[in-house]
């Protein structure tokens, strides 16, 4: 394959719509007769619906139905398997009964002519409840009883812990965080002559028409899910979440087109979040730094709806040598939503439990922390024995240590300085998954010479028309203003979902596949009779830079080969393998390093600079890769110091649901980022040599803001997010 | 939203007469007004649009006075140049609030007039004073960390007066020019909000028929140097958890004259007027700007989860003595 275009930083096919705003988004669909539906939400976090009063409402202007739990359809559940790709994380259907589970959840749903007048009409649905009292977070919800999920364990760790030479013992706690991708959810769903058509803000097309195939007890192919553009979504957009289901049952009880945004408010209650997480760790090492235990006990809330185990300990069963090892996890209920998968679920918060530890053991040791991890490194996975397929940790570590300046680094706690600044410096690891799906793909030539690819994946704003245009245009030879991507709808060649940091990995194999068996296919039309290489055997043939060619100097275009015989095109399928099973284990890994200024004068936090080594494989696109892993450390940072979503104690209800008070990082806050990609290929895992690179820049980025605070200030933040009331010294 | 009438003035007398006589709203760069509508925590059944009316001029009044209209923007008033030569706490306040996109919009009458950010008062169901008086105040034993105050605080609401630029426009000293059905009159910066009392729906002077049609600065107090310290979590669009504006002007290396206004602990844009008085004829030094933030707190009353602010709201003020103090000519070095 010649490789013109992979790797470099390719500007994003799909800027110039994006920009000029052709680029059309869920919400931007407006079929024919389409009402518009407005939620309307429990305000009691448990207990029953004694009573729903639209007698106001129904006369409303504009109003045209008012659905609740005793005139709604039935729909059928999703049975929620990943495997079968139809996957919810709410396993109840919207409206199914009058049990509220959560502060925030559908209790009515208001369809009017317009928006505005399906939410005024929404305002004045009254309903009444039978209120129960319910866990508000996850230290009530501990007195409610705790599930163990699962756990790993390697030799005796407990006694290890006991008997090593020095320890650390220590919980880190983390808050609910909320997906608040800019798109709000969004559903716009119509149905004609049986089939569903849906636009969706969806990370998986795939995964929202199977389960709507079982909500609505359809054939999959009765159903058309579209998510031309997502304004991202951050896990919370994986799987389908109630209004989704509800806009669809309406639309069909109605007869037309309906139209659901999903309120910022209530994406703080019906649509997911990060669950909150206590996670118990201890390490144990012998004097020179070798760990001889590690253990990683969490807990994380869940809903009563569904059991959401947030896999705190996914990374500590790989990331260092330790003879000794264990990893649990455990649930406790929550009068909330459930919670779901968000941008690296499991490591993005385990990594600030385990990775503060590491730094609070290098303290204990009185080692550098830098020098610890390289101690522990690991050439083979502990957790299975098996060597990694490539992995460059090490190389990390050196280089961004390197770039950082991490040797001048003055080790004792608040010895430097600048002016009034405090300056303090941590390091973390990061690691995460390496995986590939299975993926479909098909590739057509045209007698112009272009070519159009289609897969049933999506692009949640990370680059993928991109690479996937990059990749076509490498293996066919053309040129990428020729490449045609088409991707988006469900009714394309099975493709993957946006998530888990799988879809370069799994999605590209396809597209190179594809795109040799469309030139396979215009090689065989060439030497076809009355086709320009009539009677060639096809051995003898090549389709290079476009053009069919023969051994004597001669060519021929697709349109040379197309036209004589009337032929539409050329049309290469393919389909790609999961993960290899060969003996491999598989991973990503990296390193962050962060430094802060405190200002005890003013009680100010900032980051001042962030070097990131990141080793993801090879890049299959400089810029959106770097994009990627830059906007991962801004999240990292903002799960370090501003994101929780805060309840009402009594109420169970979100307070800082909005923009405003739901703090994520803004540009004044970002310092200058510096991410080192190392591009070393993975050949085991697939041909072009990716990874993925979504998630890991994000873990492990708290605990080097946590480690860079202590540096500066001795104060140990083992409470996320960490603000300015936690680190000053003055209580009152 | 409820349907609700709209009508665009192009005079006081119109604006006033239109709003005259049902539950009207003036709509001006509506950055409070129509969040609240959606919200339907504002249910106004008429919007009368000041936008049109002649009030977007800034003038050089009488004795060195600054007067603005009230529908100058933010972001106008924040850049004029004679706001950043002589009124700098102004400029930087208005700069350190909102966002860009927001300050483009936002104008002085309604700054002045901005609504309480208490997600108690704006989720239209919690019990809440200020919203349906009687109920109670839900903020007091609940989340209370980030706008909600330590100073004027009552048993019957909680929440901060959220604004920045009335914190500077307090330390500076300003008349609300006010006009109603039977003319105008003029009402003190400082008397203008109200704490909240046992009536904390009841947030300010302004009658119900009136309308704000001017905001004068009092003149700039000679050869002073100001600035406004606002600390927060992130470092832009958020309101303040605590804040400062500070004016002052030397006499050597004493404190002549000093104007101290807080944000983010009171209920109102709160001005420290004891802390001023032990600070003139004082020396201007670290010491003294620590005790001055001392008494300025003094009387400070934390809730659950704001007691932070005491302490912070003292850095703010001895950060902002020194950083005027730092640009104040005719004066020494501290």
Redesign the interface.
């Known amino acids: 394959m010649s490789q013109t275009t992979i790797g470099s930083a390719v500007a994003r096919v799909d800027g110039f719509d994006k920009l000029t705003g052709r680029a059309r988004y869920a919400a931007d669909f407006h079929p024919e007769g389409m009402a518009h539906a407005y939620g309307v939400y429990s ?1 009691i976090s448990r207990g029953r619906i004694v009573s729903i009063d639209t007698s106001i409402a129904d006369g409303m ?1 504009g109003v045209i139905e008012i659905f609740h739990h005793d005139n709604f359809p039935t729909l059928h559940r999703s049975p929620a398997s990943f495997p079968e790709e139809n996957m919810v994380d709410e396993l109840r259907t919207p409206f199914e009964d009058d049990v509220v589970h959560y502060a925030g959840q559908f209790v009515a749903l208001v369809v009017a002519d317009t928006f ?1 007048h399906a ?2 009409a929404a ?1 004045r649905v009254k309903a009444s409840y039978d209120a129960d009292s319910a866990a508000a977070n996850l230290a009530q919800g501990l007195e409610g009883g705790v599930t163990e999920a699962n756990r790993t364990e390697r030799g005796d760790a407990d006694s290890a812990f006991d008997s090593a030479e020095v320890k650390v013992d220590a919980t880190y706690t983390t808050p609910v965080e909320t997906h608040n991708p800019m798109e709000m959810h969004a559903t716009t769903a119509r149905w004609a002559n049986g089939k569903l058509i849906v636009h969706e803000s969806t990370q998986g097309v795939i995964f929202a028409r199977n389960t709507l195939a079982k909500n609505f007890d359809l054939d999959p192919s009765q159903i058309e899910v579209h998510a031309d553009y997502i304004g991202s979504g951050f896990g919370g957009k994986l799987w389908l979440w109630p209004h989704s289901l509800a806009t669809c049952a309406v639309a069909r009880e109605l007869g037309r087109p309906v139209q659901f945004m999903l309120p910022r408010q209530n994406m703080f209650t019906t649509s997911g979040h990060r669950p909150e997480t206590s996670q118990h760790i201890q390490l144990g090492a012998k004097t020179d730094g070798t760990l001889t235990s590690i253990i990683h006990d969490s807990i994380n809330s869940t809903s009563s709806i569904n059991t959401f185990v947030e896999a705190c300990g996914g990374s500590t069963s790989s990331l260092y040598a330790s003879d000794a090892l264990r990893v649990s996890h455990a649930t406790a209920q929550v009068a909330r939503g459930t919670p779901t998968p968000m941008r690296a679920p499991g490591a993005g918060v385990g990594l600030f439990a385990l990775e503060s530890a590491m730094d609070e053991l290098a303290i204990a040791l009185d080692m550098d922390p830098l020098e610890l991890r390289r101690q522990n490194f690991t050439a083979t996975d502990p957790s299975d024995g098996k060597p990694w397929s490539s992995n460059h940790m090490l190389e990390c570590y050196d280089r961004a240590a390197e770039r950082f300046g991490w040797a001048d680094r003055n080790p004792q706690v608040g010895s430097m300085r600048d002016g009034d600044w405090l300056i303090g410096q941590g390091v973390a690891a990061c690691n995460w998954d390496a995986m590939r799906n299975p993926c479909d793909a098909r590739v057509t030539l045209r007698p112009d010479g272009s070519a159009t690819v289609h897969c049933a994946t999506q692009d949640i704003g990370t680059g993928t028309y991109t690479i996937i245009a990059q990749t076509a245009a490498d293996t066919l030879g053309i040129d990428i203003g020729r490449i045609h991507v088409a991707i988006g709808d469900s009714t394309f060649p099975h493709g993957q979902i946006s998530g888990g940091s799988w879809a370069t990995a799994s999605i590209l194999p396809a597209i190179v596949g594809a795109c040799k068996a469309a030139a396979d296919k215009l090689v065989e039309y060439a030497a076809n009779d009355g086709a320009p290489m009539a009677g060639a055997d096809t051995d003898d043939l090549l389709f290079e830079a476009g053009v069919v060619k023969n051994g004597r100097g001669d060519q021929a275009t697709p349109a040379d080969i197309l036209e004589p015989q009337k032929l539409a095109h050329a049309i290469g399928d393919f389909h790609s393998d999961g993960s290899p099973e060969d003996g491999y284990a598989y991973g990503s890994f990296g390193v962050n390093f962060v430094e802060i200024g405190w200002n005890p ?4 936090l ?1 980051v001042r600079r962030v070097v990131s080594s990141i080793d993801a494989g090879a890049i299959m696109n400089d810029a959106t890769a770097r994009s990627q892993v830059e906007g991962a450390i801004v999240m990292g940072l903002g799960a370090a ?2 994101e929780a979503t ?3 104690e ?2 169970g ?1 979100p ?3 909005n923009y ?2 739901y ?1 994520v ?5 970002m310092p200058e980022l510096d991410v080192i990609l190392l591009n070393h290929p993975d050949y085991h895992l697939n041909e072009l040599g990716a990874r993925g690179i979504g998630e890991i820049g994000l873990t492990g980025v708290q605990a080097a803001v946590a480690n860079a605070v202590y540096h500066a200030t001795g104060k140990r933040i083992r409470d996320l997010p960490i ?3 936690k680190i ?1 010294d ?3 | ?3 609700f009438d709209y009508k665009r003035a192009t005079d006081t007398d119109g604006a006033i007469q239109a709003h005259a006589g049902q539950a009207a709203a003036y709509l001006a760069g509506g950055t409070t007004l129509i969040d609240l509508v ?1 919200l ?1 925590v504002m249910q106004p059944e008429r919007m009368v649009d000041v936008n049109r009316l002649a009030l977007s001029n800034i003038e050089d009044a009488d004795d060195g006075r600054l007067r603005i209209g009230a529908t100058v923007r933010n972001t106008a008033l924040a850049y004029d140049d004679r706001v950043k030569r002589d009124y700098t706490v102004l400029s930087e306040a208005l700069l350190q609030g909102a966002s860009r996109q927001l300050r483009n919009r936002a104008t002085t009458a309604g700054n002045v007039m901005q609504r309480v ?1 208490c ?2 008062f704006r ?4 019990p809440c004073n200020k919203r349906e008086p009687g109920t109670g105040c ?1 903020a007091i ?3 209370n ?3 909600f105050a330590v100073l004027g605080t009552s048993e019957h609401c909680i929440a901060v007066h959220p604004s920045d630029m009335c914190v500077a426009m307090a330390a500076i000293g300003a008349t609300v020019e006010v006009q109603g059905p039977n003319g105008t009159r003029e009402i003190a910066f400082g008397d203008f909000h109200k704490m909240p009392g046992n009536t904390p729906h009841i947030e300010h002077e302004l009658a119900e028929d009136e309308l704000i049609t001017h905001v004068t600065l009092d003149a700039p107090i000679e050869d002073a140097g100001s600035t406004y ?1 606002k ?1 927060r ?7 303040a ?1 605590a804040s400062c504006a500070a004016i002052v002007a030397l006499d050597g290396d004493v404190i002549r004259e000093v104007r101290l206004a807080l944000g983010g602990v009171g209920t109102k844009p709160w001005r420290c007027s004891q802390a001023e008085e032990q600070l003139v004829g004082a020396a201007a030094n670290e010491e003294n700007f620590a005790q001055a933030a001392r008494l300025a707190m003094q009387d400070a009353t ?1 809730y659950k989860h704001n ?2 602010k ?3 709201a ?3 003020i ?2 902002a003595l020194k950083d005027a103090t730092a640009r104040a000519g005719n004066g020494g070095s501290i």
């Open positions: 305000t202007p505005e939410r005024d305002y004068n003013t009680a100010q900032k110091m501003f805060e309840y009402d009594r109420t209800r307070v800082n649901n405003a008070e703090l990082p803004v540009n004044a806050d603000t300015l009331d000053m003055e209580t009152a | 939203m409820r349907q959606k339907d950010r997600s108690y989720d239209g169901i919690s839900s034993e609940g989340v960390r980030e706008v310290v600390l979590d992130r470092s832009s669009y958020q309101f958890l934390p007691a932070y005491i302490p912070l003292r850095k703010a001895t950060q």
